[in-house]
């Protein structure tokens, strides 16, 4: 008996043509359209086409991604469903991988895929990443892995991926670390395993969380204005190894004493954040004034994270543990 897998179309490029009045990539593909093209897949597993949304990545929001949780929660409580597949727009798909990743917990797989091709482009790559990702949807060694994002053929965990550029097919890549594993002729092959796998254990999410960039020189008008508009949380992804430049500091200690938590994560692709500094704006300051550090979570993701533990608990301790429990024990 053949297993089942629950496709989930968002949207996205996988699902996009040219439009001739425009010269432009607009949602057009169908679902079954799309299915249609992964030549000989029934071979592999039973599909079952959801039609979620068609939205284009940008359009995409975190009430939109918790809407989208829920449905797959539901999905994958079916005794009938091996694994769930989303299809979704690159751009911000790796902020709704993490945050599936966060809030499902599941043995059954959960992949996460798109394309970065269009389907009236030559080399269109919807149906290669889309029969890589139900393989890994029926993957008896995929299971118990949280939520993976399957492009190019390989395989990444949600909680590490990002998109590193604008066009290439190998754009999602995990550089920290390296991807999970990879799918040759059709079969899933893993190399190594995430150690620590976290849970937010909540059905809201708080979506006023503003995400700021450092560069040399800034102050904190930015800051000051999230604080006067009513921002719950502020993300800062700061210089290195997380520090920032000295006219922000005053800006960062009002939002903390107005219990706004301060996540400081780093502009770097790729290490942590540590108090390591301790002049006017480093690491050590902000700790201090009690900024919470993000670990090596860029800051897309690290502003997905803070949503979620603000729907949970406004204390800012109880937002430092969720965020600081494999940084200081």
């Known amino acids: 008996m053949k297993k089942k897998v629950a496709v989930i179309f968002t949207g996205g490029t996988i699902s996009m043509k040219i439009d001739p009045r ?5 949602p057009a593909l169908s679902s079954e359209e799309i299915l249609a093209m992964v030549t000989n897949i029934e071979k592999f597993a039973e599909i079952e086409i959801i039609n979620f949304a068609k939205l284009p990545g940008p359009h995409m929001t975190p009430n939109k991604m918790m809407e989208l949780a829920k449905l797959i929660k539901e999905t994958i409580r079916r005794d009938d469903i091996t694994g769930v597949v989303v299809t979704h727009g690159t751009d911000t798909l790796e902020e709704t991988a993490y945050l599936l990743d966060l ?9 996460v895929v798109g394309a970065m091709r269009n389907g009236s482009e030559l080399g269109y790559d919807g149906p290669s990443n889309l029969s890589a990702s139900i393989c890994t949807a029926i993957s008896e060694k995929a299971k118990g892995r949280g939520v993976l994002v399957v492009m190019n053929n390989e395989v990444n965990a949600a909680s590490e991926v990002t998109k590193t550029n604008t066009l290439s097919l190998n754009t999602f890549k995990s550089p920290e670390f390296g991807p999970l594993g990879i799918v040759d002729n059709d079969e899933v092959i893993f190399y190594r395993d995430i150690i620590n796998h976290e849970h937010i254990e909540t059905d809201s999410i708080e979506p006023k969380v503003a995400l700021i960039k450092c560069a040399a020189g800034m102050d904190d008008d930015i800051i000051n204005f999230c604080i006067e ?3 719950k949380g502020i993300v800062i992804e700061a210089l290195g190894r997380g520090n920032v430049p000295p006219d922000m500091v005053k800006g960062i200690k009002k939002a903390i004493e107005n219990d706004i938590p301060v996540v400081i994560v780093s502009r770097c692709p790729t290490g942590r954040v540590l108090d390591t500094y301790g002049y006017p704006g480093a690491g050590r300051t ?9 670990n090596n979570l860029p800051g897309q993701k690290a502003r997905i994270k803070l949503m979620l533990a603000l729907s949970i608990t406004k204390n800012m301790n109880k937002i430092k543990e969720i965020f600081e429990k494999d940084i200081y024990k």
């Open 22 to 26: 425009i010269d432009a990539a607009i």
């Open 103 to 111: 809030t499902i917990k599941s043995e059954k797989p959960i992949i």
């Open 286 to 294: 902000l700790r201090q004034l009690g900024a919470i550090f993000g």
């Open 229 to 231: 508009t009513g921002y």
